[in-house]
Structures are given as C-alpha cells and as structure tokens.
C-alpha cells in the first residue's frame, strides 16, 4: 500500500515563505511525474506545478519565478518552495504523484495540507 504524507502548511503574513514536502511510503519503488495541486474555498482545484519524469517543470502563471518544485527520488520526496507568498495564495494544497508499486504504474493524492498568506 502507498500513502502520501505532506507536511509545512501553515500560517505565514504576505511575503513569507514556506516549504511544503510530500514523501511517499509503501510499496512504490519509483516516482514519476509529480505535481502540486491547490484548492482554495469555493473554487475548483488547480495545478500549481509540476516536474515531469525526464525533470522539466512547468508552473502556473500565478505563481511563477514565486514557486519552486523539486523532486528527490532517493527519499520519494517532492517539495514545493513557496516565497512571496501572497493572500490569494490561501488553500488546501494537494501532492500527486505517479508511482510504481508492485510494478504498476498508478496516481497517488496526498491528504492536503492547509496554507493561509494573511495580509
């Protein structure tokens, strides 16, 4: 069984930063592709960013030269570098991950973890 455990939401004023981590434990032997997601109240989910299998990164246009995503496939651990944070950034932010396990391939969502930017 695979289970995504995401840690470092928290509460930071407008121009902090934070650092959310999302490890992967279990039975998975690899990760892929692995995304960011975020869902403030009221609104649909959307992607912030994401590191593809090969390492390119794309990032949504709000958060851009903000955000930074890396991957360390050592630890099956994907971290989002959140600076200049800013009160539009408020919301649940989910991990995804492509994995392997027992050698399938599948997409595993982590629990979320809340980040509030005040002003």
């Known amino acids: 069984q695979v289970r995504l455990v995401e840690s470092g939401g928290g509460s930071v004023q407008a121009g902090g930063s934070l650092r959310l981590s999302c490890a992967a434990s279990?039975?998975?032997?690899?990760?892929?592709?692995t995304a960011w997601y975020r869902q403030a109240p009221g609104e649909q989910r959307e992607l912030v960013a994401e590191?593809?299998?090969?390492?390119?990164?794309n990032y949504a246009d709000s958060v851009k030269s903000r955000f930074t995503i890396s991957r360390d496939r050592a630890k099956n651990t994907v971290i989002l570098q959140m600076n200049s944070l800013k009160p539009e950034d408020t919301a649940v932010y989910y991990c995804?991950?492509?994995?392997?396990?027992?050698?399938?391939?599948?997409?595993?969502w982590g629990q979320g973890t809340q980040v509030t930017v005040s002003s």
């Open positions: 590191i593809t299998d090969g390492g390119g990164a």
């Open positions: 279990g039975s998975i032997s690899r990760i892929g592709d």
């Open positions: 995804k991950v492509d994995g392997w396990a027992a050698g399938w391939r599948n997409t595993y």
